[in-house]
């Protein structure tokens, strides 16, 4: 025996209730992708502002080179003589760069002792602006514990004397070594730039 299908007394209001899913499963749809699209912009937005700040730091730190190489020329210009031997602020220079009031004290960065000390007593500002808008100083210590001559009591961090000894090498016609004690500056560089960079480098050299 055939039966009738049955036939809804009411399609339209039927429909009318499928409408109302698709639509607030749309919209669930619709504020996913708008979080994700959202939390993609953050992601992109983030990376952006570390690359920046690491082309900063970058820029910041081969700017530092022109600050050791000023405070280079300054100790070879001053070499002879006895100039080396006593403070000069107005060149960033302290003889006795190895006493505890040059260093930063136990728990202070560098950058708080250069802000809080050496900032306004002898740094020497090497570029004021560059081409990458970068502000370069710097200060040398000589890495001894008082002024005064190297070989007069200062105390200084030093390299020993080598002299030629006779030997193998020397009896071959080997050139014979020999190199004088030579005192040894601590140039520390302070960079400051663009977005708050600031960068230190820090080199020894020796003469």
């Not at 499928?18 to 499963?25: A, Y």
């Not at 007593?121 to 100083?137: F, H, K």
């Not at 004690?181 to 400051?192: D, H, K, L």
Request: proline residues 3%; contains cysteine.
């Amino acid at each position: 025996m055939l039966t009738a299908n049955h036939i809804p007394s009411h399609p339209l209001k039927l429909r009318t209730k499928q409408s109302g899913v698709v639509l607030f499963v749309a919209l669930i749809v619709l504020i996913a992708m708008t979080l994700a699209a959202l939390a993609l912009m953050r992601s992109v937005d983030s990376a952006n502002i570390i690359a920046g700040n690491l082309a900063f730091q970058e820029a910041a730190t081969h700017s530092a080179d022109t600050g050791v190489e000023a405070a280079t020329a300054w100790l070879q210009t001053n070499n002879t003589g006895s100039t080396l031997d006593a403070d000069d602020s107005t060149n960033g220079y302290a003889a006795n760069g190895s006493a505890a009031t040059n260093s930063p004290g136990a728990g202070q960065s560098w950058d708080n002792f250069w802000s809080s000390s050496l900032a306004t007593t002898r740094a020497r500002q090497a570029v004021a602006l560059d081409s990458a808008g970068n502000n370069v100083s710097y200060v040398i210590d000589r890495l001894c514990n008082n002024a005064g001559s190297k070989t007069g009591g200062a105390s200084c961090v030093a390299s020993p004397v080598v002299q030629a000894a006779t030997g193998n090498a020397e009896e071959a016609g080997q050139i014979p070594l020999n190199a004088p004690s030579v005192v040894y500056y601590r140039i520390t560089v302070r960079v400051s730039g663009p977005r708050n960079t600031v960068s230190y480098v820090q080199a020894v050299v020796s003469m």
